[in-house]
Structure formats: C-alpha cells, structure tokens
Antibody, heavy 119, light 108 residues
Framework: EVQLVQSGAEVKKPGESLKISCKGSGYSFTSYWIGWVRQMPGKGLEWMGIIYPGDSDTRYSPSFQGQVTISADKSISTAYLQWSSLKASDTAMYYC????????????WGQGTLVTVSS | EIVMTQSPATLSVSPGERATLSCRASQSVSSNLAWYQQKPGQAPRLLIYGASTRATGIPARFSGSGSGTEFTLTISSLQSEDFAVYYCQQYNNWPLITFGPGTKVDIK
C-alpha cells in the first residue's frame, strides 16, 4: 500500500527555522516525483515545488523560489520542506503528494503538516 | 503563468441530483487537467486526470470532460459523501503547475 506519512504539527516563532518531512512507503521512492502544496487557513491549494528523489532534480513555483528549500534523502525514503526564517504568513497546512504515472497530477497525498507561526 | 478559474464558487445541490462544475484555463492546457476532491480536515483526493480518466477507485458517477480551455466535472447523482470542495489543476505548463480556486458543493 502506497503511503506518505508527514511529520507532526509545529508551532514556531517568526524568524525561526523549520524542516518538515514526508516519508514514502509501499512503492519505489526514487522513481516518483514528490511535490509540496500549501493550503492557508480557509483557502485553496497552492503548488510550491517538486523533487525527484532519484537524482534530487528540484523545481520551484516562482512564488516560492527562494522562500523554501525542498530536498530528499533517498536512503530513508523521505522528502523535506524547509524554511530558514519563518514568517507569520507561512502559517498553513502543508501537504506532500506523489506525482502519478500519468502526468504531473498527484495520486497519493500525505495527511498534511500544520505549521503555525506566531509570536 | 496559466490562471485557472472555477465556477460557481458554491453549488447547492440536493442528494440524488446532478452537479456540474466548470473549470477554465487562461490558455490551452490540452487535456492536461486533473480534478481533486477535498473534504474538511482531509487531504485532497485525485478524482480525474487527463481531463476525463477516472483515478483508481473513483466511482463511475464522477466524470470529466473538455479540452483546451474549458473543462467540466459532472457528478451524476450526488451522494452524501460527495459534499466537499473540488479543485481543478492544470499540469500542461510543467513545472508551473496551477490549481483553480475551488468549488464548494454543499447540501441544498
């Protein structure tokens, strides 16, 4: 069974750093792109970027380029999303999702990680 | 960037009725369009890809159509579990993937 399991909720202060994770299982982790999607409170879905764990090829949405870093450790089948300096506006639910075999849509999703940034 | 719009923002439907949701792209995305369902407190679920192909395990009451800039998701007979928010997503302009703002389907 394909699963993406994300790390737990985080509460941080502005200016702090953070790295959240997404562990894949039940499939060949290195053979599928993993994307990250933001959902701000009460809002829609925003695509942030995507990584191919097989060779760490990474692409970013222009809206998030330079704001976050996406990485992966294929030895432990885990993708990451990290911030070096959080802002209150980073408060959101973050989902990882696996790119399907049929184009750049997403067939399996993690359960989401809620990040709250507040002083 | 390709901008996706969805209409209506909210659709009120009675159980058993048909629901028709629209999605429009600011430029052609060919058939590179997907639909997702999201229920409160849950992650999105892939319903349709390639504009009209149902994802694994998706009931036949969900169907997608369209190509180019105009797309439709139809739910033939709404069940109680179908009340949710539905998003379209274009992936023609890789890697600049974009989602629509969503249509909320609620109980009339």
């Amino acid at each position: 069974e394909v699963q993406l399991v994300q790390s737990g909720a985080e509460v941080k202060k502005p200016g702090e750093s953070l790295k959240i994770s997404c562990k894949g299982s039940g499939y060949s982790f290195t053979s599928y792109w993993i994307g990250w999607v933001r959902q701000m409170p009460g809002k829609g879905l925003e695509w942030m970027g995507i990584i191919y764990p097989g060779d760490s090829d990474t692409r970013y949405s222009p809206s998030f380029q330079g704001q976050v870093t996406i990485s992966a450790d294929k030895s432990i089948s885990t993708a990451y999303l990290q911030w070096s300096s959080l802002k209150a506006s980073d408060t959101a639910m973050y989902y990882c999702a696996r790119r399907s075999s049929y184009g750049h849509n997403f067939d399996y999703w993690g359960q989401g990680t809620l990040v709250t940034v507040s002083s | 960037e390709i901008v996706m719009t969805q209409s209506p923002a909210t659709l009120s439907v009675s159980p058993g009725e048909r629901a028709t949701l629209s999605c429009r792209a600011s430029q052609s995305v060919s058939s590179n369009l997907a639909w997702y369902q999201q229920k409160p407190g849950q992650a999105p679920r892939l319903l349709i890809y390639g504009a009209s192909t149902r994802a694994t395990g998706i009931p036949a009451r969900f169907s997608g159509s369209g190509s180019g800039t105009e797309f439709t998701l139809t739910i033939s007979s709404l069940q109680s579990e179908d009340f949710a928010v539905y998003y379209c997503q274009q992936y023609n302009n890789w890697p600049l993937i974009t989602f629509g703002p969503g249509t909320k389907v609620d109980i009339k």
